[in-house]
């Protein structure tokens, strides 16, 4: 399995490029959509916040006030590592058996990791490539303002309670720069796929190569 991380900060264009990616045809597995999976209603890691933070982060049909949740913890960053020790193991059991079942049928399928948080948290350990998508803190919070509507001093908090653009980029194997047209970001994209699609294909062979060897 050929698996690439892809990260950047909030607002950087990461969803455009995974997007474009997963037309091309990887198999796209976003961290954020298993993190709010781990703690749907009913299961052990929505217990597990509000065992921590209390009720008042719950909406009154018992699922997840993200929006109240998130206002805490982005304000505090004890209660930031205190939810992530809650979401990110449970995230990274589930995001394993996705990416397998990702590949059942091709194992040379492009498997891409979308997490945004790789560098606070996840780390770089057990991927062949990480991709960072970049646009600088001003553009960022610029996007943030006028295409979010988001209060500029929120914003600025949502920036900053991320890694910051040097740490990101020390840990990239690709850059995407995404601070000039949208075209521009999905070209970038494209000729990612097309070296993706070519590593994980090598990687395959080696890997079927190896057993063959192993077995005579």
């Not at 961290?31 to 509000?50: H, I, M, N, Q, T």
């Not at 993706?196 to 057993?211: I, M, P, Q």
């Amino acid at each position: 399995m050929f698996v690439c991380a892809l990260t950047g900060g909030i607002a950087a264009g990461k969803s455009v490029v995974a997007r474009r990616l997963a037309e091309r045809g990887a198999a796209h597995v976003d961290a954020d959509a298993l993190a709010r999976e781990v703690v749907e209603p009913g299961s052990p890691g929505l217990d597990a916040v509000v065992a921590r933070f209390g009720r008042t982060v719950l909406r009154p049909d018992g699922s997840l006030d993200r929006a109240a949740l998130g206002a805490v913890v982005f304000a505090d960053p004890d209660a930031r590592r205190a939810l992530e020790d809650i979401t990110h193991p449970a995230v990274h059991e589930l995001s394993t058996r996705r990416m397998a079942e990702a590949v059942a049928d091709d194992p040379a399928r492009v498997v891409v990791y979308d997490v945004p948080l790789l560098v606070e948290a996840r780390g770089t350990t057990g991927f062949d490539l990480v991709v960072v998508v970049h646009a600088p803190r001003e553009v960022r919070l610029r996007r943030l303002v006028e295409l979010r509507g988001m209060d500029p001093e929120e914003a600025r908090r949502r920036v900053d309670a991320q890694a910051d653009d040097e740490a990101r980029l020390a840990v990239a194997d690709v850059v995407v720069r995404s601070a000039g047209s949208l075209e521009h970001t999905l070209a970038q994209a494209d000729e990612l796929y097309d070296r993706l699609r070519s590593l994980s294909a090598a990687k395959e062979a080696a890997s079927r190569d190896a057993s063959v060897g192993g077995a005579s």
